[in-house]
């Protein structure tokens, strides 16, 4: 119950599965939002630490998105038919420009030097 409401008005339901896989007992989670397509499944170790944790949405019959970590996976009737990596790459700033004093050596900031082209890899 959350508050006077029951989990199930909420249009959310979760699974839980114990799995051995290999010579390790698993935990499987399973939480469903039903109104939004979106499953989110967590996998802990039989102490409860957790291992992995990945959303899936459902795009069409036979058409998902698997998302994790920073991996997005495309899958469909056939497999694999996608897929996205995504990698942050923090800007180096430099230092702030003081307009009175014109410090700095006299250069303007410039807030995107140090991003990265993917292809240069």
């Known amino acids: 119950m959350l508050g006077d ?26 939480n469903s939002e039903l109104n939004n397509n979106i499953t ?29 970590g920073n991996v997005i996976v495309y899958i469909g009737d056939k497999g694999i038919y996608k897929r996205n990596i995504e990698l942050n790459f923090n800007w180096i700033k430099a230092k702030k420009y003081n307009l009175q004093s014109k410090s700095t050596s006299g250069l303007q900031p410039n807030w995107k030097i140090g991003t990265m082209d993917i292809e240069t890899f």
Do not use: A, P
């Open 40 to 68: 989110n499944i967590k996998i802990y170790d039989i102490s409860g630490m957790s291992i992995c944790k990945y959303v899936d949405e459902k795009l069409g019959i036979n058409h998902f998105v698997r998302k994790v």
């Open 5 to 30: 409401r029951k989990v199930e008005d909420l249009g959310i339901k979760t699974s839980f599965y114990q799995r051995n896989v290999g010579d390790r007992d698993i935990i499987v989670s399973v």
